[in-house]
């Protein structure tokens, strides 16, 4: 069986990007983890799966699988690819469009210049619903002996849970260390997106990010928006930010408790293919 993807990136967090609205595509971890691989598939961070909406007033559906395998609930910088897939494969000629995702959905707005405005949806800060094991909802959290360390982090979801972590330097964070022990802590039933926040000024950070399922990419959109609303909600950050990852630069709005927050930043398309593997 062949496969048409698309390969595309958001500053540098890399994607297959998959049209399932005419044909379900049921991709079992196995195979999913086989496409992610860099060696004996096609390598990306995540597999996108554009599907037809599940709700009335939807214009799709959107999957996310990690390179991992496992599924998440968003990705923003897959969102803003999604939009140029869609509107450049012919799916939609609509400058906006809504996309029902696993808890929730969220709107995409073309902002021109293969830039596009993700509203990601309301942060979420109860505990049980990041899900965080063991606390009551708290402004930040410690743990300790994680990789030999005690942490301290905020902690919060928008469609999928991130623990946040202030730092001096994001090049000289343990993120190679303290990452993957905090991602599959037992305090995360569903493990966690570890972002490592450098504040250089109140509408200005840096970040880097050890994903769940992919480990550190060069951008996290969803991550620079849980550090950007850490950091407003803890008083530290403007309601509009400037996000310096590795990949490249995202700009975070958020307008405070209740309110949607916005993402937005560049979509690259790099090449489409055929996998013809059976694997
Ligand atoms: N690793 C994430 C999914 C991808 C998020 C990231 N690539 C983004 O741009 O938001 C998770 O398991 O929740």
């Known amino acids: 069986m062949t496969l048409a993807f698309t390969k595309m990136h958001g500053l540098g967090n890399d994607f297959v990007v998959i049209d399932a609205t005419a044909t379900p595509i049921d991709l079992d971890t196995a195979r999913a983890r086989r496409i992610a691989d860099r060696r004996f598939g096609i390598g990306c961070d995540q597999i996108l799966l554009v599907e037809p909406a599940r709700s009335a007033d939807a214009d799709f559906g959107y999957r996310i699988l990690n390179a991992d395998g496992s599924e998440s609930g968003q990705c923003g910088n897959g969102a803003r690819c999604f939009a140029r897939f869609v509107r450049e494969n012919g799916l939609t000629d609509r400058d906006t469009i809504t996309v029902d995702i696993r808890d929730g959905r969220m709107v995409i707005e073309t902002l021109g210049d293969h830039h596009y405005r993700v509203a990601l949806g309301v942060p979420e800060f109860d505990p049980a619903r990041i899900p965080l094991a063991g606390f009551d ?143």
């Open 137 to 279: 909802a708290a402004p930040d959290y410690s743990l300790d002996d994680v990789a030999g360390s005690r942490v301290t982090f905020a902690a919060l979801a928008i469609g999928n849970p991130h623990a946040v972590l202030r730092v001096a330097d994001v090049d000289t964070a343990a993120v190679d260390t303290i990452g993957p022990a905090l991602e599959s802590h037992p305090a995360f039933p569903e493990r966690v997106n570890v972002g490592f926040l450098e504040p250089l000024a109140r509408d200005h950070v840096r970040l880097r990010v050890f994903e769940r399922g992919a480990g550190e990419t060069l951008a996290c959109g969803s991550g620079a928006a849980a550090a950007v609303v850490a950091g407003i909600a803890a008083g530290d950050l403007d309601p509009t930010v400037a996000v310096d990852l590795p990949g490249g630069r995202a700009r975070v709005d958020w307008a405070g408790p209740g309110e949607p927050v916005f993402l937005s930043g560049p979509a690259e398309r790099v090449f489409d293919g055929k996998l013809v593997s059976s694997g």
